[in-house]
């Protein structure tokens, strides 16, 4: 099992930052890809952006050039770099690392833009 325990989330007006940060323990053995989803209330969840283990990343088109995904290996975390955020990204923000053929998820965060 692998226990992922996020942080950094809160209110912060439009144009504003944020850095969130997840941290995996457990048997973190073999984790491949980290990645962050995030979702809304009556939508689903969505990938905002992923790495993995040889530091390949993919982001949604929506967050492009304002967020950044990076990972620490020896600290087995992993972050998202959140600039010029908008209303529209208001959601709870989910971590999710994979680790073979099981995927896990932690808690949420809630990330909320006022204009």
């Known amino acids: 099992q692998v226990q992922l325990v996020e942080s950094g989330g809160g209110l912060v007006q439009a144009g504003g930052s944020l850095r969130l940060s997840c941290a995996a323990s457990g048997n973190i053995f073999s984790i491949n890809t980290m990645g962050w989803y995030r979702q809304t209330p009556g939508k689903q969840r969505e990938l905002v952006a992923a790495i993995t283990s040889g530091d390949s990343t993919s982001n949604a088109d929506s967050v492009k050039g304002r967020f950044t995904i990076s990972r620490n290996n020896a600290k087995n975390t992993v972050y998202l770099q959140m600039n010029s955020l908008k209303p529209e990204d208001t959601a709870v923000y989910y971590c999710?690392?994979?680790?073979?053929?099981?995927?896990?998820w932690g808690q949420g965060t809630q990330v909320t833009v006022s204009s």
């Open positions: 999710n690392v994979r680790q073979f053929v099981s995927s896990y």
